[in-house]
């Protein structure tokens, strides 16, 4: 038989999170089919032109496939679900194989919502090799360890659990070639991905394992040996050890710094809080680590505790201190919203301690998810909170609360997240333009915020760039229009003097226009967004209204402050809001007074830099 892995759409370049990483465990299995010698095809969605459908029905009938395997984790049902139904379309007798966390966390549920012939528990290197020997020689695979199947009455039957593999040295590399990671690699300015072990010891209320429960490492050699590979064959200039936990000793770590110094590389990984120390980072920043995430999750203990995180915030306090010290990033760490025991008070804190470090390092926001197979999810299906596992996961794992705040609180305390995003981060000091181009690109001029050295970077006026400082590496925010000078009354030339007037896009630079163009605050101004998720939400103090608020209204002027889709959204408003007659967006005009930001007419027909 031939055997399609599939690699879905925006799983590997699109992330549900702040962080992309690439989906290595397909990519692991398609290594093991392909040295047990199976006929194997892979594809990675994100690369080739074309929708799901019309790339897999090329693929499919090219190579006579028999056999469609994918998968991911729950957050990428919607994803996964549409490999399959693409496949079937295409014919109707093919076998479809789901792996990964969506299968792992709940197996039945996931079967189910997914309609998939065939799904595999656990790890899947050595259960899809057993399976495809089964396939291949067309005998049963009941007796095939980690696997959940339709029998022939259609019904789902578990076979037994399969045991974690043991030694992750026996496993190949990822099958790298097979799903364009070099042009992944490309795609993301050289930073490659490595994972050096499976699993966690800690049982944090909010995580699954979907590689088992067992915490396993592979040896240094071993990675090393990767490491190099990838290097060679893909010219990086960075790793990340994305695995859950890197280490859970000093030894390991100190080990790998001295092995990884040779590779002229820089690297990141994820570690405890309770496991480092001055030394241990310093001999890290040494070595080449330029960030590393900690599981910081709040800043409050009691909430620590209900989540079971081992971890106190005093210990959360000296790691970002020692860190900072050591002129390494921890921009990747979190806090998240929203535990069991989540009230106003337990909120007020996190939130203190967020803007006691929101200069040193950039902590991200955002609410607690109920992924299937953690406590919180059975919690919450216990209580009745989600009470159709399957519509939960067709709904992509939507936020639910499970807190001790009340609805209205829980809604305060989204907005007021989804705001605090956009506000600034680990900010440059004295940020100057030296120069700009008409389309906006500016060379500027700052002042690193922990080193005091100064340095050079091109960003866009409008946007926000993370700049890492020549000097000691640390990264700065550098957002050259915070630093403008907004001439109030010039800014709305182009308005007109009455009506309401739509601002278009709930994003940064909408955050930022409103904190420097104070006549945006009025009730003329009304906001709008296309995100369903932002919908209802209060940032800055204007809700966020669905784009059909402009019909409803009447709405004849509207500003466009989602600058990166602005050809979306105009071709959106000439399509389907005749009444709308007057387009702008944020812009600038070079006088001989500096750069005087002010708005201008969008669109084929307007005339730039017109004013009435």
């Given amino acids: 038989m031939n055997y399609l892995l599939v690699m879905p759409k925006k799983l590997s370049t699109g992330a549900n999170t702040t962080s992309i990483i690439f989906p290595l465990g397909i990519a692991y299995v398609s290594a093991a089919l392909k040295q047990a010698g199976f006929a194997v095809f892979t ?38 679900k549409d490999v399959i139904d693409s496949a079937r ?57 980690g696997l959940i199947y339709r029998g022939s009455d259609r019904k789902l039957v578990t076979t037994p659990a399969r045991m974690e593999i043991a030694d992750l040295d026996s496993i190949p590399f990822p099958d790298y070639d097979g799903f364009n990671y070099g042009q992944w690699v490309t795609y993301f300015g050289g930073a490659g991905v ?43 200039t960075s790793i990340g050890l994305t695995s859950e936990l890197f280490a859970t000793t000093r030894k390991r770590i100190l080990d790998f710094c001295a092995g990884i110094r040779g590779y002229n590389l820089a690297w990141s990984c994820c570690l405890r809080v309770t496991d480092v120390d001055a030394e241990l980072l310093q001999q890290m920043k040494e070595a080449g680590c330029n960030l590393v995430c900690y599981g910081l999750e709040s800043g409050d203990d009691s909430i620590l505790k209900s989540m079971r995180k081992g971890i106190t915030v005093d210990q959360i306090e000296r790691a970002l201190d020692l860190s900072y010290a050591a002129g390494i990033s921890t921009e990747a760490s979190n806090f998240i919203f929203g535990d069991i025991a989540e009230n106003a008070e337990t909120v007020a804190n996190t939130m203190k301690l967020w803007w006691k470090y929101n200069n040193k390092t950039h902590i991200n926001l955002s609410l607690i998810q109920t992924y299937p197979g953690t406590h919180l999810y059975e919690h919450a299906c216990w209580n009745g909170i989600i009470s159709d596992k399957e519509q939960f996961l067709r709904d992509g794992c939507p936020i639910v609360n499970v807190s001790r705040l009340s609805s209205a ?44 050295t100064s340095n050079r970077a091109v960003v866009w006026f409008w946007f926000t760039e993370i700049c890492h400082c020549a000097a ?46 104070s006549g945006l605050a009025g009730e003329r101004f009304q906001l709008v967004d296309a995100n369903p998720e932002q919908q209802g939400l209060v940032i800055c103090k204007k809700i966020v209204h669905p784009p059909e608020l402009i019909a409803s209204s009447g709405i004849t002027t509207v500003i466009i402050t989602a600058l990166s889709r602005q050809h979306e959204i105009h071709a959106t408003l000439v399509e389907r809001f005749p009444s709308v007659n ?31």
């Fill in 472 to 517: 000691c590496g640390i990264k700065n925010e550098v957002a050259p229009f915070r630093g403008a000078t907004v001439n109030q009354s010039r800014f709305f030339d182009n308005l007109p003097g009455d009506g309401a007037v739509v601002l278009w896009g709930a994003g940064g630079i909408y955050y930022k226009l409103m904190q420097q163009v």
């Fill in 43 to 80: 594809a990675n969605l994100d690369f080739p032109e074309g929708d799901t459908f019309s790339v897999l029905q090329r693929m499919m009938l090219d190579n006579d496939i028999h056999v469609v395997c994918t998968g991911g984790l729950s957050l990428d049902c919607h994803k996964i």
């Fill in 194 to 236: 490595l994972l050096s072990d499976r699993s966690c010891p800690f049982r944090c209320t909010f995580c699954f394992h979907p590689t088992g429960e067992k915490y396993r490492q592979r040896s240094l050699e071993n990675i090393f040996a990767e490491i190099e590979f990838q290097k060679t064959h893909f010219q990086l």
């Fill in 89 to 145: 379309r295409i014919n109707q007798q093919i076998i479809t194989v789901v792996g990964g966390g969506i299968i792992s966390s709940d197996p039945e549920t996931a079967m189910n919502v997914l309609g998939a012939d065939i799904g595999v528990i656990g790890e899947g290197e050595v259960t899809l090799c057993e399976l495809a020997s089964a396939l291949d020689s067309g005998e049963t695979y009941a007796n095939v360890p």
């Fill in 582 to 612: 007057m387009i702008l967006i944020p812009s600038f005009r070079l006088t001989t007074n500096g750069i005087v930001p002010f708005l201008e007419p969008f669109g084929p027909d307007a005339v730039p830099g017109a004013t009435p």
């Fill in 409 to 452: 609180e829980f809604h305060d305390l989204t907005s007021l997240i989804t705001e605090m995003r956009m506000h600034p981060h680990v900010p440059a000091e004295s940020v100057r333009i030296l120069d700009i181009s008409e389309d906006g690109q500016c060379t500027t001029e700052f002042v690193c915020r922990k080193c005091r």
